[in-house]
């Protein structure tokens, strides 16, 4: 059965990297790839669009793209988005033979054991580590920067390919050495100091940036215009 990867995180807003990733989960798995947008992301203070402007600004960015859909459910759940919760979810859906994994990036698999009952992820899916250039995910890397993490994910380890073939308790790393080094907080900092942004994300999000006057007031300036 076809792997379900699900690729959470705010989106804040999402950028070539972020499409490269889910792309190449996609091509290189044979993978279905669900983005699912934070509505309130316990890990970080705030964010600088709304849920709906970052959820409008991914379908935009996959629009065309086959294999690739936005998953909303977290923007209208009360409280914390916490991935447990979203995956437990997934899996009563999806039923208890589907392969499902969760996408990470390598910062946030350094601070798994930060988050909301993580151990219990692997009794509901897989979780995937990106390993994006500067951010090495071997083991003694992990081992050395997140001792708690690599206790609780080492002895899971499997090839990137081998998720789809079970549906869940594994841990994989997919290396992405060619990854530009694109991220939200850049785009963010380059619209507030009117440096150039828009060779860093989509065409369609960039114009939709431009329409909303999104993140006019610079990274810091909280949560951007509604739609």
């Known amino acids: 059965m076809t792997l379900l990867a699900c690729y959470g995180g705010s989106f804040d807003p999402v950028h070539l990297g972020h499409l490269a990733i889910a792309r190449a989960v996609r091509d290189r798995l044979g993978a279905e790839v669900v983005l699912v947008p934070a509505a309130d992301p316990p890990h970080k203070t705030h964010t600088h669009a709304d849920a709906e402007a970052r959820a409008a600004m991914l379908e935009l960015a996959i629009a065309g793209e086959p294999g690739m859909r936005v998953d909303r459910r977290e923007l209208h759940r009360e409280g914390p988005s916490y991935t447990i919760d979203t995956l437990r979810l997934i899996r009563a859906e999806q039923g208890p033979q589907r392969a499902i994994a969760w ?88 619209i507030a100091t009117g440096e150039d942004w828009p060779s860093l994300v989509p065409a369609a999000v960039a114009a939709h940036i431009r329409q909303h006057g999104l993140y006019a007031g610079g990274p810091g300036s909280g949560s951007a215009a509604s739609l």
């Open 103 to 190: 996408v990470v990036g390598g910062d946030s698999l350094l601070r798994l054991d930060s988050w909301h009952r993580w151990r219990e992820l692997f009794a509901h899916g897989h979780v995937l580590a990106v390993e994006r250039p500067g951010t090495p995910l071997d083991p003694s890397t992990v081992e050395r920067l997140a001792v708690t993490v690599y206790r609780g994910i080492e002895f899971r380890r499997r090839a990137a390919t081998a998720l789809a073939d079970s549906p869940a308790g594994g841990y994989a790393v997919l290396a992405l050495p060619e990854l530009r080094a694109e991220s939200s907080t850049e785009v963010r900092r380059r």
